[in-house]
């Protein structure tokens, strides 16, 4: 197949060797270091069982690549407002995008721009990040969920997930993927706007039994929005999603990761999407609110030397 | 007056210096390195337009200085439990212990150990800390402070008291209202070091953006709520006040819990943040924003192991 991956970090450069690993025609758009050691030693991913390195196809400028099979979208979310109108020379009469961003708007804002019935949401789980230039370290093993808006099993979604099993990614086609985003959403702006706003790893922080009321009812806030807006939720979503965080080893969020080396975070995307979408339907959200308020003064990270 | 000064840190150690210089028989009670410097240069106080050095009596054991007319104790409130004890050898039958402390529980605390009728509360206004040991540097012009008798009465002893801070250059109030005067300075006080610790950014800094300012009133709004249900009565224009006073500050100004985080020392977070809450619900007022913040800052109330 031929894809092409928009935003080769963590997630993308993850994906896209696994892909081009197991044949397929894959290019990166990515920038600055990490392109010039792409271009010139190849990706090198690091897997909890192993390791390789991959000759791909990288640029910068996707009018290089042209049109495509799949688009992998998976920038950080605050690039969005500059990065969907290059996806554009990627996309030909049969091209397939998969948003792969944290948040709930990203189909959206993309269909705004593309066209809806191009795009297919998505979320993944994987804890992955850029070593140096070139080199992308996967610590837990990668897992995608993704499906059709209208809850088909289309044709091209079903190839789509023969490729990444095909490349030994866990991958699953959801019926609903929107409940799949929103409960990766709900769990995710309480963890990164309570663990950036605390300073504090959740397992540390999640010993205190006003932070685990905290985030809980942080996540009731997300979860109400979500219901409110018709995306069918399991209701005990706080609990289960604070039974699955106690069972993870320690671990830091990357917001707060981000927040902490000054780089940009995506709070808009996290915290900030819980409060406008709360705002659009009238549901509550003051826990977000307040996190909203602390942080968004670093939102942008602070300005990085050369 | 025979004063010994309980903790001698940015604002003990400027009043302290401050009586000393103007010829009261001043001790101050301290610790490590500080304790070490002051025994043997003197307390040094670095003001906007003066510095000075005096001698002083140092120590670290309270039993050595034995029974004085007067206790300023203005240890953080986290040091209560060792500190509160301590001062016991310094307290005689005519001794008043006149705390400014940070917070509302204070004076009661004191009370229930050396007698509700030996303690005043007070308050106070200075921004001074420790720049390196024996020396102390005062950042605002004037020192402040403010005290008085929990019933309000102009009694013999604080207009003692008010007069030999006054002859030192303190900028001192004797308050018939004391308890307000704690409460106003909650007001401000606690909304701008728990806003600003929550949002590691200077209280004026956070203000200033939309969101900050609109989180900043609703905290304000809280101890006002907390305040007025306590018998404190606060309206529109003292929720305002506090508003304009953080607005006020010098940009990158960080208050003390502030500045206690960001060195990760051990946080007052119980008397400027955790009271709210805990009054709160004794008057059955909701604290939305002081539990938050509480619960985001509780991680660090210990600050980092070598700073303990």
Not at chain 1, 259 to 266: C, N, P
Not at chain 2, 254 to 263: C, F, I, T, V
Not at chain 2, 293 to 298: E, S
Request: hydrophobic share 40%; charged share 20%; with cysteine.
């Amino acid at each position: 197949m031929r894809i092409a991956i928009m935003g080769a970090g963590g997630v993308g450069g993850c994906l896209g060797g696994l892909l081009a690993k197991a044949g397929n025609d894959v290019s990166l758009i990515v920038r600055g270091a990490n392109l010039d050691a792409i271009r010139e030693n190849g990706l090198k991913l690091v897997r909890p069982d192993g390791e390789f390195v991959v000759k791909v196809e990288a640029t910068s400028d996707p009018a290089e690549i042209g049109p495509v099979d799949l688009v992998l979208f998976t920038v950080k979310t605050f690039h969005n407002r500059h990065v969907i109108t290059n996806l554009k020379p990627l996309m030909g009469h049969e091209t397939s995008i998969i948003t792969l961003q944290n948040g709930v708007e990203s189909h959206e804002q993309l269909g705004a721009v593309l066209g809806p019935n191009n795009i297919l949401p998505g979320a993944f789980w994987a804890s992955s990040h850029i070593l140096e230039p070139g080199v992308v370290v996967e610590d837990v093993t990668a897992r995608i969920s993704f499906g059709e808006l209208d809850d088909t099993e289309s044709l091209r979604a079903l190839d789509i997930r023969k490729v990444f099993r095909d490349a030994g990614i866990e991958t699953e086609l959801s019926p609903d993927p929107l409940r799949v985003l929103w409960e990766k959403f709900i769990l995710l702006s309480a963890l990164a706007g309570i663990t950036s706003a605390a300073q504090t790893r959740p397992k540390e922080l999640l010993q205190f039994p006003d932070a685990r009321k905290m985030f809980c009812d942080a996540m009731e806030e997300a979860l109400a929005v979500g219901l409110a807006k018709g995306v069918d939720l399991p209701t005990d979503i706080a609990e289960e999603s604070l039974k699955y965080i106690d069972g993870l080893p320690d671990f830091q969020n990357s917001m707060h990761s981000d927040y902490e080396a000054g780089r940009a975070t995506e709070l808009d995307a996290l915290s900030g999407a819980v409060i406008r979408l709360g705002k659009q339907i009238g549901v509550k959200t003051p826990v977000h609110s307040f996190l909203y308020s602390v942080l968004l003064p670093h939102k942008d990270g602070v300005p990085q030397d050369g | 007056m025979r004063i010994a000064i309980m903790g001698a840190g940015g604002i003990g150690g400027c009043y302290g210096g401050l009586l000393a210089r103007s010829g009261n028989d001043v001790t101050v009670i301290a610790r490590g390195a500080h304790l070490a410097a002051i025994r043997e240069k003197g307390l040094q106080l670095v003001q906007p337009d003066a510095d000075f050095t005096v001698d002083v009596a140092a120590t670290g054991d309270p039993s050595e200085v034995g029974p004085v007319d007067l206790v300023i104790f203005s240890v953080k409130g986290h040091q209560n439990p060792e500190a509160v004890p301590l001062i016991k050898p310094l307290v005689g039958d005519g001794t008043t212990v006149l705390t400014i402390q940070n917070g509302l529980g204070s004076a009661e605390e004191l009370g229930k150990v050396y007698g509700a009728e030996r303690v005043l509360p007070g308050s106070a206004f200075v921004i001074s800390n420790i720049v390196s040991p024996g020396v102390v540097k005062q950042q605002s012009p004037v020192p402040r402070i403010a005290f008085g008798e929990s019933n309000g009465d102009r009694s013999a002893r604080a207009t003692a008291i008010y007069e030999t801070l006054s002859t030192a250059g303190i900028q001192a109030e004797l308050s018939d209202d004391i308890s307000r005067v704690l409460w106003s300075k909650m007001l401000y006080n606690s909304p701008a070091n728990g806003m600003a610790s929550a949002a590691r950014l200077s209280p004026k800094d956070l203000i200033e953006t939309p969101e900050g300012a609109k989180m900043f009133r609703s905290a304000i709004q809280e101890v006002a709520d907390v305040g007025s249900a306590s018998g404190v009565p606060f309206g529109e224009e003292d929720v305002q006040g506090a508003i304009d006073l953080i607005t006020a500050r010098p940009m990158g100004a960080r208050g003390s819990m502030q500045a206690d985080l960001e060195a990760r020392r051990p946080l007052e977070l119980e008397a400027m943040v955790g009271s709210v809450g805990r009054i709160g619900r004794e008057v059955n007022v909701l604290t939305p924003i002081f539990d938050v913040l509480y619960t985001l800052l509780l991680p660090h109330i210990d600050g980092s192991p070598e700073n303990r």
